[in-house]
């Protein structure tokens, strides 16, 4: 079939009255051999059906043009959810900073969704310049919203944000904005984070509880020793596990006591993590407690201990 003739079917067919033909049409643009299917699925975007939108807004994805996003923009206000979803997961997809400038100008809509959708979209981009608008999202009435803009700081990793971004780990209403928030903190040990950290611990929320047990062992911070310890009692095991391997990480003595509790809790997951940090931590009482459980009945745990003592037996030689 000739350019030409090509282009008229497809013309014909994205002009049908039947629905069904212009989707199936949209669906198969990107697998024509026309040299840019763009201009066709720009307009699609605004066909009176729905499934036709839902099938351009899933083509668009990876489409790097800065009409394509700009139509991307466009639909997240579509009538339908569906429609609006997919634009905005074709919107996450976006590699190319150089629609940093679009998206951070579209964060001045109040919509919440569409607030949320370009937060998503900026935060694989970590386009610098969008450092403030995205920090004055922290403040919106919408807890998706909040969520959106601290992961997005969390991949700047700006230290100027750590302000704001500990305040909301300590005080926001909403307890996933405080997890996110004690999450996003990871990336810096600067001294303003311990207390956040700390107070995480003592959350009503164990989710915000276990982030920051998490939070604490990957920075390494030593001086939250007496609080990690006491997570060891925590009314959910989630975060003991948590709490367990941050112990192990900081390489604590002082939790011998508390990690080998935990080798006789109920959760073959919590003796696992009580196992490994026992052998990180190493010396005589740890060995000891490792060989009280060579006969786990989960074979993962006896498996840990083995290795466990081997690790420490290594380190003593």
């Not at 036709?52 to 639909?75: C, M, Y």
């Not at 569409?114 to 995205?134: C, G």
Request: glycine share 4%; net charge negative.
């Amino acid at each position: 079939m000739s350019d030409f003739n090509e282009m008229h079917s497809i013309t014909q067919r994205l002009a049908d009255s039947d629905a069904e033909v212009r989707r199936v049409m949209v669906m198969e643009l990107l697998y024509s051999d026309i040299e840019n299917p763009l201009p066709f699925l720009i307009n699609a975007i605004s066909d009176t059906d729905a499934a036709v939108r839902l099938e351009a807004a899933k083509a668009l994805e990876g489409i790097e043009e800065a009409t394509a996003v700009a139509a991307l923009i466009s639909i997240l206000k579509d009538g339908k959810e569906e429609v609006r979803v997919a634009a905005a997961l074709s919107l996450a997809e976006l590699k190319q900073d150089i629609h940093g400038p679009m998206l951070i100008a579209s964060l001045k809509d109040d919509d919440p969704f569409m607030k949320t959708s370009i937060l998503n979209a900026l935060r694989e981009l970590r386009v610098a310049q969008a450092y403030s608008p995205v920090l004055d999202c922290l403040n919106h009435a919408t807890p998706m919203v909040r969520r959106a803009a601290i992961s997005v700081l969390g991949y700047l990793k700006n230290s100027d944000a750590l302000g704001e971004l500990t305040r909301v780990a300590a005080s926001d209403v909403d307890p996933n904005v405080r997890r996110a928030a004690v999450g996003a903190i990871g990336f810096s040990a600067e001294p303003i984070v311990l207390p956040a950290l700390i107070i995480a611990l003592s959350d009503e929320s164990w989710q915000v509880r276990e982030e920051a047990a998490a939070t604490i062992g990957k920075l390494r911070l030593l001086d939250a020793e007496a609080e990690l310890i006491k997570a060891m009692k925590d009314e959910y095991w989630q975060v003991r596990v948590k709490a367990a391997r941050s112990l192990g990480r900081l390489k604590l003595a002082a939790a011998l006591d508390s990690l080998t509790a935990a080798l006789a809790h109920p959760v073959s997951n919590l003796r696992k993590e009580a196992a490994i940090a026992l052998g990180e931590i190493g010396g005589s009482a740890a060995a000891a407690a490792l060989e009280t459980i060579l006969d786990d009945p989960d074979p993962d745990v006896r498996k840990i201990a083995k290795l466990g003592l081997m690790q420490i037996l290594k380190a003593a030689v």
